[in-house]
Structures are given as structure tokens and as C-alpha cells.
């Protein structure tokens, strides 16, 4: 199920607005994706501070079956990482649009919000 309440890019990821960090967003990927990938079993996110363009590799997460570019699905700055996959990565899998989410950016266009797909959108694509 793709939750109506958050945005997504065609890369597989979802954005929660607001984020936990003032004026942030909190990105992750989508349970169509961790599924894609299988076990995942090591994540490299962004340094806090890191300044990201929309559309960039920021990080990895490797899994049983491959490597996966992590894209930024909007320009701005890293604020907070989530520290807990250093030690249990599986939570992607396990709960992608919960304890498993990636990062959290302070975009610095908040107008690049408004081109990203919302569930319906996101839902079309992967059927399509």
C-alpha cells in the first residue's frame, strides 16, 4: 500500500513533510523499492551538513542482490540521518515508511515539493 499522505520520485523515494528537524523533510524509500532490492544489509546516508541537488546520488544501500543509488529528491541540506541503520539496516525492509526512513533535508526550494508525484501518481508509474 502506497500512504496518501506523503510525496514521491520516480526513484522510489517518499518525502514526509514536516521532518522531525525545524523546516526539514524526511526522506526514505518506498516498500516497492526495499522489496525490489531484497535484504538490505548496509545503508550510507549523507553527513549531517551535506549540501544536496535534486536528482544526485547522496548514498547507497546494499543489499543481498546489488547496490542502489539513494537520489535527493530535493535540493537543500542534510539536517539529521537515521543512526539507527548503522547497526540495523533491515529496517528498510521492515518498516520503510516508519523506523526505516534515510535522512532529513531542509529544502532550499520548497517549490521543488510541488513537481514530485503523489501516491496516485507514484501508484501509475510502478503498475505502468
Known sequence: MTPD???YTVEHEWLR??????ESVRVGITDFAQDALGDIVYVSLPEVGTSVT?????GELESTKSVS???APV???????NEALDATPELVNSDPYGE?????????????LD??????????QIAG
Do not use: M
Not at 17 to 22: K, L, V, Y
Not at 54 to 58: D, I, M, T
Not at 100 to 112: D, Q
Not at 115 to 124: I, M, P, R, T, V
Open 115 to 124: 513537481q514530485l508525484l503523489d501516491a496516485a501518481g507514484y501508484e501509475a
Open 75 to 81: 535540493g537543500g541540506e542534510v539536517v539529521a540521518r
Open 69 to 71: 543509488d539513494v537520489y
Open 54 to 58: 535534486a536528482g544526485s546520488p547522496c
Open 100 to 112: 526505516g526512513w534515510l535522512f532529513e533535508i531542509v529544502p532550499s526550494e520548497v517549490a521543488e
Open 5 to 7: 499522505d506523503l510525496k
Open 17 to 22: 513533510t514536516p521532518g522531525e528537524q525545524p
